[in-house]
């Protein structure tokens, strides 16, 4: 696929991400339900988080990556509901040690959901059983890494463009998640709206999806590893998201 594709499955997804995102706001507008109180305190809308996922499961289908749209989306669903029904714990050790004390929290249904929705998209992608896994953990991964740097305007999208950009070279998939999130990093930046827990796992599965469909076993290898290592030390990932811009 050359360079039309890429740009067709970059403007399906930028197209389709927009459009969604201005029929939501203008819905939703006044609903308190979907707004939130950022990190300075600003009221934002959700609308963005839907928007992008719709995207971007668009766009990787004009790339012809069906399974790169299926965990585009349910990466999205879940996040979505973390973002409705979740509380104010963060990172892995958190939900599973409340996990282990019986309670089930919104981001134990997102960390279960969004790894079986990699593990999917990796067992379609790939035909070996260790390259199917190692996609997996890279899209899970690469939808968690997103999801650590979004607390700031403005920081998963720099992630998404700077993850999406090497894999252009190598098939229209990057495209799919850098055209959705293109389409809204104005909106972000701008503080109206916010990407949530669901855009940010939606985005990051699509880009994730990329780098599996770009590399063979060794450097899905790689990218697992240092996925796996950026999750062990998501705490000081997050707090260097915070720094300023």
Wanted: aromatic letters at 4%; one cysteine or more; proline letters at 4%.
């Amino acid at each position: 696929m050359g360079t039309p594709n890429r740009v067709i499955a970059l403007a399906v997804a930028a197209g389709g991400t927009r459009l969604v995102y201005r029929a939501l706001r203008a819905r939703t507008r006044g609903d308190v339900r979907w707004e939130r109180a950022n990190y300075a305190g600003r009221t934002v809308d959700l609308c963005a988080g839907p928007a992008v996922t719709v995207g971007a499961a668009a766009g990787a289908l004009a790339a012809g990556v069906p399974a790169a749209a299926a965990a585009a989306l349910i990466a999205g669903a879940c996040g979505a509901y973390d973002d409705v029904a979740g509380d104010e714990r963060r990172g892995f050790r958190a939900h599973l040690t409340a996990l282990g004390q019986g309670e089930v929290t919104s981001g134990a249904v997102k960390l279960f959901g969004v790894g079986a929705a990699g593990l999917l998209a990796g067992a379609l992608m790939k035909e070996r059983p260790v390259d199917k896994v190692l996609a997996g953990v890279v899209i899970a991964g690469t939808a968690h890494l997103v999801n650590l740097v979004d607390i700031r305007p403005g920081r998963a999208a720099l992630t998404v463009l700077g993850l999406g950009a090497p894999g252009l070279a190598r098939g229209p998939l990057a495209a799919a998640p850098m055209g959705a999130v293109s389409a809204v990093a104005g909106d972000d930046l701008g503080e109206s709206t916010m990407l949530g827990d669901a855009g940010a796992h939606a985005l990051g599965a699509a880009a994730g999806a990329a780098i599996a469909a770009g590399n063979g076993r060794t450097g899905l290898a790689f990218h697992a590893a240092g996925l796996i290592a950026a999750a062990a030390f998501g705490d000081r990932i997050t707090e260097l998201a915070r720094s300023p811009m």
